[in-house]
Structures are given as structure tokens and as C-alpha cells.
């Protein structure tokens, strides 16, 4: 929901940063960067660091913002796409575990939010096949629950609930609009 205006908003400054960036850095390699802060954070989280699991996640996102501007400028390859895909859930995976590893009373929490984030993938990859679909939850929504656990820790169980609701809705969203008869 968030995901749309806040890319509007930022991406002047990225489309700027992606021309400067692209011929010294290739995507993949701010990818494969952004994807070892976000590992690094995921150490930081499972053992209590949560204020520096939540300063790499910041990182992590800067840097995955970069990576995609620097893909829009060179061209992106199929080999980019799946890597930056791939690398961002195994973070955003990887977060959710790393607060159950800390603390393994949240785990049934945290499997209903990779439940219910697995099947909102799902959903969101088959309908990038062309058809446009709005959804309650993307990578702005994801980030803001994974900052508000690493501020208050004691809050991921209720995260995980809220969040994995969203997703659900989401999910059921999406197939809603796919099932809808299309106006010629």
C-alpha cells in the first residue's frame, strides 16, 4: 500500500543516484552487499541486538533501493531480477526467524507470519505476469513491522499476528481481482 508512493517520491533522487552508481557498481554487487547487511542484521537480531539488527535493516534497504536504480540504469537481466528477489525474501525470511531464535516462545508467531508472507509471495509472483493488482502489504508495510519489533521486542508476537492477518487479506485480495471479469 505504502510501496507505490514512496517509490513516487523517492525516485528522482534514485533514478540520479542509479545514473551516477551504474557505470561503477554493478546491481548484482550492491545486491549481494545489501543482502550481506541484511544477514549480518539477522545475527544481530537472534542474539538481542536489535537496535543494530535494525540499523543494518535500514542499511539493508538503502542499499536494495540503490541496487534496483542501478538495475533500471544499466538494464535489468534475468540473472538481477531472480537475485535481488531471492535475496530479499531470504532477509525478510531470515528476520522473522532471527525473532524467533531470540526468543523461541514467538515461534508459533513467527511460522503464522511465514505462512502467511509465503503465500502472499506466491500471489504476488504470479500476478507480476502482467496483471496489476493492488495489495495491502509490500516491502514499506514489512520494514515498519520488522522497525516496530526491533524497538520493542516484547511487540513481535503481535506483529507477526497483524501482519500475517494483512497478508492473508492481501493474498485473498488478489485473487479477488484476478477472478474479476476484465472491461474490454
Not at 535489468?76 to 531472480?82: F, G, I, N, V
Request: charged residues 10%; neutral net charge.
Amino acid at each position: 500500500m505504502l510501496d507505490q508512493p514512496l517509490r513516487t517520491l523517492a525516485e528522482p533522487a534514485l533514478a540520479r543516484a542509479g545514473r551516477a552508481l551504474g557505470p561503477r557498481i554493478g546491481a548484482n554487487a550492491l545486491t549481494l552487499i545489501a543482502f550481506t547487511t541484511g544477514i549480518v542484521a539477522i545475527g544481530c537480531i537472534s542474539v538481542h541486538e536489535y537496535w543494530a539488527g535494525l540499523a543494518l535493516l535500514v542499511l539493508n534497504r538503502i542499499l536494495d533501493s540503490l541496487a534496483l536504480a542501478v538495475m533500471r540504469h544499466n538494464g535489468e537481466t534475468e540473472l538481477s531480477a531472480l537475485l535481488h528477489t531471492v535475496l530479499d525474501v531470504i532477509v525478510n525470511a531470515g528476520v522473522v526467524l532471527a525473532f524467533a531464535l531470540a526468543v523461541p516462545d514467538r515461534a508459533l508467531a513467527a511460522a503464522f507470519l511465514l505462512f502467511s508472507l509465503a503465500i502472499l509471495w506466491a500471489a504476488a509472483l504470479e500476478s507480476s505476469k502482467g496483471r496489476e493488482t493492488w495489495s495491502l502489504i509490500g516491502h514499506a508495510e514489512t520494514f515498519i513491522a520488522f522497525a516496530i519489533a526491533c524497538i520493542n521486542p516484547g511487540w513481535f508476537s503481535m506483529v507477526c499476528y497483524v501482519l500475517g492477518t494483512l497478508a492473508f487479506i492481501g493474498t485473498g485480495l488478489r485473487i479477488a481481482a484476478t477472478a474479476r471479469p476484465r472491461l474490454p
